[in-house]
């Protein structure tokens, strides 16, 4: 299935029909040729959601969202709340040809001040059988604040490519003011606590000391 749309259409009944899904968006006047060379394997794809794909009407929900907004009330037969965030897709979703390998992540310190950065690395390997693009992405968590944090922030991304078989180390660095947030006085702050680092599958833990 391809699809040429300017705004998500809902196809959960359709998806399971698809053997793969092209998403064109409006593509211009070059975009058939494009989608041929993706289509017949000319061209290895890499691209990567810029936006949460919803599942439902009226499911839109941004992937920095907070967790109460995954709650569903359920009244029968108990009274309670039950937690699921599941779009179609979800933000920075991608698929390619070949596929790809990470380490674990890596940190140059579990505890960080104010005026320290935070070194990280990944190493990343193409595990398939054709060379290719990937974005890798790096998230945050903050874990508790002192109001109710987003599950999660893009804080860095690095676009490689590799060839069959090749491992690439990718690193970033983060600085306090990536952990920051806007408190209910409208400050921008950032607070002493448990950090989480998400690249891919992976996680690692850090501690951000005042």
């Not at 064109?24 to 810029?50: D, E, I, S």
């Not at 290719?132 to 991304?157: C, M």
Request: charged share 25%.
């Amino acid at each position: 299935m391809v699809l040429l749309e300017g705004r998500p259409r809902i196809i959960r009944e359709i998806e399971p029909l698809c053997k793969a899904i092209l998403l064109g968006y409006w593509p211009g006047p070059q975009g058939a040729q494009a989608m041929h060379n993706v289509v017949f394997g000319k061209f290895n794809p890499g691209g990567k959601l810029p936006y949460t794909y919803p599942r439902y009407n009226g499911s839109l929900i941004t992937y920095d969202h907070k967790l109460l907004d995954e709650a569903i009330e359920i009244v029968d037969p108990v009274y309670e709340y039950k937690y699921e965030f599941k779009p179609q897709y979800q933000f920075g979703h991608g698929l390619s040809y070949t596929t790809f390998a990470y380490d674990s992540i890596m940190i140059s310190q579990d505890t960080i001040s104010v005026s320290d950065s935070l070194k990280v690395s990944v190493k990343v390997t193409n595990s398939g059988k054709l060379a290719g693009h990937e974005v890798v992405e790096l998230y945050t968590q903050d874990l508790v604040a002192s109001i109710t944090p987003p599950v999660k922030r893009l804080r860095r991304f690095n676009k490689i490519f590799l060839q069959p078989g090749e491992s690439k180390t990718v690193s970033f660095t983060l600085y306090v003011k990536d952990l920051s947030f806007v408190n209910d006085k409208y400050e921008t702050v950032s607070e002493e606590g448990d950090f989480e680092i998400i690249i891919a599958r992976k996680k690692r833990r850090f501690y951000l000391k005042y």
